[in-house]
């Protein structure tokens, strides 16, 4: 089994860290390749960002379209997780929609938290658009910038902290998920620190990767992730039609 770990934003620091985090917990026989987005930005951080980190993203997986098994989108905005379902037809799975499927199971409500307050509002968005309105109790924001992530700082991670204590007593929350994938080396310490399950989304998306393809579960073809209808797109945009290889 193949399956690929995508990066949308250009920080190749993000990509190992979550790339070392993933290993160890991979089945035995499954190849892991990590990709970070040749060009963009260096982190996604809001609606702007993520528009222009899903160029590089098809020009990276379709030319692997019959190579993997599977791909993971390391991004907690799930950015263009239906792009790529469109695209291919292996399971597609983001860290968002993953770590609340986790936590359903983990618990009856939790909370999640993210970076800055800019990223709030795509989380609501979807938390209800993958049904679990009822579950989250709340998406918090530590006020940090993603990229001070990756430099593991006392005061990010004392920021994270207050939040997640915040939403132990605030929210009522019985389950945290860490909403970045900058936060991908922080769930284990913190579980055991809290005695919940604090969940990151990369470790929950690559086992749900596995799960689906052992099962031989493809991406429906029918309706919204049909292939995309074939034309001629115009411009700076013309390598990306559908009736050409990205």
Excluded: W
């Amino acid at each position: 089994m193949h399956i690929a770990l995508i990066n949308p934003n250009t920080t190749h620091s993000m990509t190992e860290r979550m790339r070392n985090a993933a290993t160890p917990i991979l089945s035995d026989g499954v190849k892991l390749t990590a990709l970070t987005a040749p060009y963009g930005a260096p982190s996604i951080e809001g609606y702007y960002d993520e528009v222009f980190a899903i160029p590089p993203m098809i020009e990276m997986l379709a030319p692997m379209a019959d190579q993997i098994d599977g791909v993971v989108v390391g991004c907690f905005d799930d950015t263009g997780v239906d792009a790529l379902r469109s695209l291919l037809n292996v399971p597609v799975v983001g860290i968002c929609q993953a770590s609340m499927q986790a936590a359903a199971v983990l618990s009856n409500k939790f909370s999640i938290i993210t970076t800055l307050p800019v990223s709030v509002p795509a989380l609501e968005n979807l938390v209800r658009r993958y049904g679990f309105g009822d579950m989250c109790c709340r998406v918090r924001a530590a006020d940090i910038p993603v990229l001070d992530l990756e430099s593991n700082s006392e005061e990010a991670i004392l920021s994270i902290k207050k939040e997640l204590e915040r939403a132990l007593a605030e929210d009522g929350a019985e389950a945290i998920i860490l909403g970045c994938a900058g936060m991908v080396d922080l769930s284990r310490t913190l579980t055991s620190q809290y005695h919940i399950p604090v969940i990151d989304g990369v470790g929950a998306a690559i086992k749900l990767v596995e799960g689906l393809a052992t099962l031989g579960l493809p991406t429906s073809s029918l309706g919204g992730y049909a292939s995309p209808p074939k034309k001629s797109y115009s411009g700076v945009l013309a390598r990306y039609s559908p009736d050409t290889e990205a």
